[in-house]
């Protein structure tokens, strides 16, 4: 068990809904990263949040925004879904944002988009 | 275009052989990290290294970074059934926050 709680464990929706995906990070950790893993692009990295503050954006598509709250929370609003944001979606903590970045994940959120 | 290109994508090896997995990059990275995957579950972390020619072992798990710190190896020696999973390396470059990984390597360990 890494300490990062997500949820849920799996959603199921149609295209066009709007899904919200929820991150504990481990007690301490500050940064919150978001990841998609998909079979055919691999684990791919969205954004990262630091204590509350958007910190590094990687290939997170304009339909999809996230936020860290006061108590370092964080969701993952994903909108307008497409069949092909089908994936699974991992929330990752670590301690800072420096340097070994060592990051710690959660079980994941399977969405399906039908 | 991966930043880190893992080799082989596919490994499948009888229980007690040894097995090497190879990440490798033009880019010079910071830190490195190696993570097993098992199907539906996130990935954990197996260990980090920092320094170029760095040597770390864990059990029958040894890491190597590369002097250049371009490169890295993952070698399991007397590999059992348990070792099974997907293998990613990571990396973050110098002055980034991300971590870009590889595609991974899928370890099959028949009994």
Known sequence: DSGVTQTPKHLITATGQRVTLRCSPRSGDLSVYWYQQSLDQGLQFLIQYYNGEERAKGNILERFSAQQFPDLHSELNLSSLELGDSALYFCASSATSGRSNEQFFGPGTRLTVL | TQLLEQSPQFLSIQEGENLTVYCNSSSVFSSLQWYRQEPGEGPVLLVTVVTGGEVKKLKRLTFQFGDARKDSSLHITAAQPGDTGL?????????????????????TVRA
């Open chain 2, 87 to 107: 293998y990613l390396c990571a990396g973050s470059l110098s002055n980034d926050y991300k971590l870009s990984f590889g595609a991974g390597t899928t370890v």
